[in-house]
């Protein structure tokens, strides 16, 4: 990690200024992938996949005062006081005391009142915050006074750091290494099902936390793992998200049992094209749209248009995050990346996705960190048919 | 399953009766425990262990209509087509359209508006429910109109049917072979951390989802992994849920790197009695207090009292839920059913955590299902010193 002038694991100075620019003076951040980011990577393990307990939930809260870093707060679960005795803390102000939404939401407003702000503007995660510690807080001080706070929260993770791109690397080779190991032990006979747990097997073994997996087999388009029975010569598709210290590896491969024929060679090799293609404008400069414009150039000309797309998208901690470079979507400011230059640090997931009309579901996805000079594709390996077990 | 009237997976007739008596007309659950009671068990893969996509979350929703078991609607997201496809859902009204929660919720709102109800007061689950949804729901709706939900659900998913007892079962039994398995490949040496990831990947080996573990060794009481190392002599102990079918094995068990002297043979031997004693009222009728008295009993003339706990609560899709027979807690109703009968099909968590100022954390968590007779423990073996690898 690179010095930093506050004890702070992120860029505070560069969240001050989302925080000026979005009218904000306390962040009060609640979802597991926004405190575990200004918790440096620390997620509490006991609410890892559970947060219901008892008659309420876990709910974490880092209060965040613009311009004074070292106030920041943590409030966290009892049982958290394990983990601040083992030093996992960077803040000075850490309680571990609640159980509940409105314990915890207590603790924050009481934090709020003592700074003795006139009329705070509070920061909250609208889509994570729970109803009753929103009413709580606008209770106390307004419902005016809540804003939402998803998009400085997102802009202050979209670059990521050496050590996020590490992580980012080592989950995505862990992930391809999990895939061939599932496709190369797995033969006709197969469903769906069991390609699905036994890749959550080899993420498992691998430290991985499994996501989930979308699979196909067949000639078939649906992606739920289900009793669908993988048959000699059929192609298959794994897709998969697996979790590292709470950043995503996601990619997708495809399989085969037995060889693949021209048109199959031809339909993976043209997918390959797009996604080649997407990936081959990326440098620092570059517009973000000059990604889906690289792939589209040669999907548009292609006899596949009608049935196949080419993304491509932010990824980190959240599976699609900033920057945002295609302006599908329903959310306010879906796209509005799509101008800006890319920068050194961020990380995009490119995907193009064939749904053919007679061979079936054909994709690739690739994880692409924006570097000084270019890119790296994190995970580039078994990007052809991949052979199963015959 | 037993023959019952509804198309419905659980007692319609007894959620009815719930919300007549919390005065909802509409119960609208969201959280992922709720919505796959309401659904039968299922919870949907992609989302089964994020909720973060894009700028929003996953948010599925059930809605029910007090009397109207037909009308009942799923809100689910687009990808859960799939699932639709492979005719995962009981109820024919379905949705797989949203991608956030205020989709989500604009769907909701529509449905309850074409039942054309004049105010109708909405159950909701307070928690749970997003800020935004929420704000969406009062803003259509009223403030007024959204109530609490939490109590009528956890009332409905108290007594368990045979389906969720035998996955109860099977859950416990396979993290029971789960702890022995680790317990008896691990020695001196072995960190914390090491025990605890080596029993995330025997817990999803057996099928389990790991959800977490607590572990300690040696006389400490911290119960996170950490680099702590278990020694020739000393003790541990494993306390871990892990998710069969979204229902939670939990249970705490011990170990040791030799043999154990007699005091330690004496203080496990003194929470065992614990246990059996707070297990040996159980039977339809007992009142529910019954059980953590019985435990009480011996636990008060001991002189282990200073530093030894017993508690019981109910398990299944929730940790801590109903029926809650301890008036310890911050919540309205904690103790509510300490007065009522034991009922066949609830289940029990019984635990005695003993702190032991020399020796160390010692505790036995076992499960307890009420029978028409009297009681069944699952998993109810490896409740001794199991001894490590030497």
Known sequence: MTAIETPAPFDAALLDALMERAGIDVLLANSKHNVAYLLGGYRFFFFDYMDAIGTSRYLPMVLYFRGDVEATRYIGNALEAY????GRFWMAEVETTTWGTLDAVARAVAAIEARGL???RIGIEAAFLPA?????????FGAGSLVDALFPLERLR??????????LREASEKMIDAMLAVIEAHGAGTTTRELAEALRLEETRRGLTFEYCLVTSGAGFNRAPSDQVWRAGEIASLDSGGNLGG???????????GEPDPELIDLLGFVEEVQQAARRPIRPGAPGAAVVDGGLA????????GYTTCVAHGMGLVSHEAPRLTSAGPVPYEGVDAEAPLEAGLVLSIETTMHHPRRGFIKLEDTIAVTRDGFEAFGDRGRGWNRGAV
Request: with cysteine; hydrophobic share 40%.
């Open 83 to 86: 983990e601040r005795e083992h």
């Open 118 to 120: 006139q009329a705070p």
């Open 132 to 140: 009753d510690a929103w009413g709580a807080l606008a209770g106390r």
């Open 158 to 167: 979209a670059r990521k750091s050496a050590r996020e791109l590490a992580i």
């Open 247 to 257: 950043y995503i590896g996601d990619l997708c491969r495809m399989a085969i049992l």
């Open 298 to 305: 040669p999907l548009l000309r292609s006899p596949h248009r």
